[in-house]
């Protein structure tokens, strides 16, 4: 999905790394792709992925609580949302597709409140 982020910091230490603010939240990303200089405190045209290295799981909860919890200090998330199967995507106050084929055993938990592990938030800085 596309979004406009505001670039809060770029890590020194990890070329890749990037602390986002997006909707209000703040995540750390990993850079696949960016084309042109950027600067801290831009604000950035990205699209962004959910990067899942091995399987994909989908547990369901209790909580109606939407949000995404970064894990430690890695670029690994828990991202809590709605889960919408008709659209491939989960709510979780920013919205993140997932490919359809990672949700063909999942019909049964559509628009309920669920939890999925990411290993990390990829983005592509296109404008």
């Given at each position: 999905m596309q979004y406009t982020v505001k670039l809060i910091e770029l890590s020194t230490l990890i070329e890749e790394k990037a602390e986002l603010e997006i909707n209000g939240q703040r995540v750390v990303a990993f850079i696949n792709?960016?084309?042109f200089e950027i600067n801290q405190?831009?604000?950035y045209l990205v699209e962004m992925e959910l990067?899942?290295?091995d399987d994909l799981?989908?547990?369901k909860i209790d909580s109606d609580e939407k949000g995404i919890e970064q894990i430690g200090d890695s670029f690994s998330y828990f991202i809590r949302g709605t889960l919408n199967i008709d659209t491939g995507n989960i709510d979780a106050g920013?919205?993140?597709d997932v490919d359809s084929e990672f949700l063909f055993d999942y019909g049964y938990l559509h628009n309920q409140n669920v939890q999925?592990?990411?290993d990390r938030l990829s983005v592509d800085f296109i404008g």
């Open positions: 792709s960016c084309p405190r831009g604000q990067t899942i290295f799981v989908i547990s920013i919205l993140f999925i592990r990411v």
